[in-house]
């Protein structure tokens, strides 16, 4: 399995950075697609932003050119920077990571979940 610690959320104002952090840790063979969701009240959690095992990206709309997801595959850590805030970013951030099992099996994981809010 692999466990998943975040951080990096907050209060930030409008036009504000915030840069979150997700470090995998635990018994897999291979990490594979890492990602963010994020889940306002009272809305879906939607995909904010994934990168592959070669480092191909993709984001949602919304974020495009104010977020940017990295990964360093030596220390298992999947980076989210995210610029140029709104307040319609505010939500919970969560981590998602797929990783193979040493069987070859596809599992994921999940974060705990790290507020971010965004003030007008």
């Known amino acids: 399995q692999v466990q998943l610690v975040e951080s990096g959320g907050g209060l930030v104002q409008a036009g504000g950075s915030l840069r979150l952090s997700c470090v995998a840790s635990?018994?897999?063979?291979?990490?594979?697609?890492m990602g963010w969701y994020r889940q306002a009240p009272g809305k879906q959690r939607e995909l904010v932003a994934s990168?592959?095992?070669?480092?191909?990206?993709t984001y949602v709309d919304s974020v495009k050119g104010r977020f940017t997801i990295s990964r360093d595959n030596v220390k298992n850590t999947v980076l989210l920077e995210m610029n140029s805030l709104k307040p319609e970013d505010s939500a919970v951030y969560y981590c998602?990571?797929?990783?193979?099992?040493?069987?070859?099996?596809?599992?994921?994981?999940w974060g705990q979940g790290t507020q971010v809010t965004v003030s007008s």
């Open positions: 998602n990571v797929g990783f193979l099992t040493g069987g070859l099996n596809r599992r994921d994981s």
């Open positions: 635990g018994s897999f063979w291979r990490i594979t697609t």
């Open positions: 990168i592959s095992e070669g480092g191909s990206t």
